[in-house]
């Protein structure tokens, strides 16, 4: 989410400025890549880029294509084949052993619902969206119909110069992909057309909501905001919540125990760290806090604490179940041998990441599979009726 924001935030500075910009998607991925399907990076006329579609070795070439696009007004789908040994030919050295689609389509921002149009109203709420990108691999030579339509809860808002209203199966595919909260790949099969569907599920930014406001949440802070999260600083005093001492995009608050679940939206992407250093103040928020389903609660600090805090709820009459304990990290962080507030930090998001990636945290290089896998981007084919 934060290289989309980054695009609509580069996208807006050169409407300012006056230039045309083109957008390259990574839309299909079979075999290994560094960026998976989703990866974006917009390429304006001057060769700015913002974003990404590979480490670095696609974007050259992909910005030559780019200015091809802009010049003919005409998406244009590339394919970059890494299988080859010989890869020599792209110039590039590639060496990821893959076949990489990226989409590239010119944004043309008089279209009310051209492709940053689309990505903005993904970015602008908190809820899981639906993002459909449609090509066609067996007749490139036709017009992409590219990023097309946004679907969520609300409403399904479409792209009208190259796209019609979603058909049923399309429609169907997308409330699947919503239910099952995995993007997935359609090859429409029909007399009259072969085209294939991207429905990419896209989830809000981590919500990050530190307790405390001590030295120590500077650089757990600090590093939210690298990573893009949302962070929220939250203590029951004003004197050291001070917005200055903590990174640009983040907000303070000041709140009561009580008054958490009252100011603060939560949902399954929002987590939270205790680190007051007031053994008092942390139960009063765990208590608040395993009234909500939560996937991540943080307690910094001895796992004795932990224990002690959880034994006085027991005491107080509040039985935890087995899954609101297992939603409750203390120590709190990866085993990584931290010791200083920024490795302590390092740590504790690494652990978050694991968690709401339903991930192991285990060494890449002990997976017997590899890191991604292939079923994600496997294309199944449907026939439909014209």
């Not at 989410?1 to 839309?27: P, R, S, W, Y």
């Not at 913002?50 to 696009?69: M, N, P």
């Not at 049923?168 to 790949?185: G, P």
């Not at 896209?202 to 590093?223: E, F, R, T, W």
């Amino acid at each position: 989410m934060k290289e989309i924001k980054n695009i609509i935030h580069a996208f807006d500075k050169a409407m300012k400025q006056g230039k045309q910009t083109a957008l390259a998607t990574v839309v299909h991925v079979e075999g290994s890549s560094y960026r998976r399907p989703g990866a974006r990076m917009l390429i304006t006329e001057d060769g700015d880029l913002t974003g990404a579609i590979s480490g670095g070795c696609l974007e050259g070439d992909a910005l030559r294509k780019a200015l091809f696009v802009l010049n003919q007004q005409k998406s244009m789908l590339v394919t970059y084949d890494t299988t080859d040994e010989d890869d020599a030919k792209l110039g590039v050295g590639l060496g990821c052993s893959g076949i990489i689609q990226v989409l590239i389509e010119p944004v043309n921002p008089d279209h009310e619902n051209n492709p940053i149009a689309l990505l903005r109203s993904v970015s602008s709420k908190r809820q899981n969206s639906i993002l459909v990108t449609l090509y066609s691999l067996q007749n490139r030579r036709e017009v992409q119909q590219g990023t097309c339509f946004v679907f969520n809860e609300e409403k399904i808002i479409y792209k009208g110069e190259k796209a019609n209203s979603p058909d049923e199966q399309l429609l169907r595919d997308i409330k699947s992909v919503l239910v099952n909260k995995t993007s997935a790949f359609k090859n429409y099969i029909s007399e009259k057309k072969d085209i294939t569907a991207f429905i990419e599920f896209i989830k809000p930014v981590v919500s990050l909501i530190i307790i405390g406001a001590g030295n120590d949440v500077v650089p757990l802070a600090q590093m939210a905001d690298v990573l893009g999260w949302e962070t929220t600083v939250v203590g029951g005093r004003s004197s050291n919540l001070k917005k200055e001492r903590f990174a640009k995009a983040c907000q303070v608050l000041v709140l009561k125990p009580d008054e958490l679940l009252k100011e603060i939206i939560i949902d399954e992407q929002t987590v939270f760290v205790l680190m007051t250093h007031n053994y008092n103040h942390d139960l009063a928020v765990l208590k608040e806090l395993i009234k909500k389903d939560i996937p991540y609660i943080g307690s910094l600090g001895p796992k004795k604490k932990l224990d002690k805090m959880i034994s006085e709820l027991k005491e107080g009459g509040i039985d935890l179940t087995d899954k609101q304990l297992a939603n409750i990290y203390g120590p709190s962080g990866l085993n990584i041998g931290a010791e200083t507030p920024e490795e302590i930090a390092l740590s504790i998001l690494a652990e978050i990441k694991k968690v709401l990636a339903g991930k192991d945290g285990k060494m890449l290089r002990d997976n017997i599979d590899v890191i991604h896998s292939r079923s994600e981007t496997f294309i199944e084919k449907i026939s439909i009726k014209d």
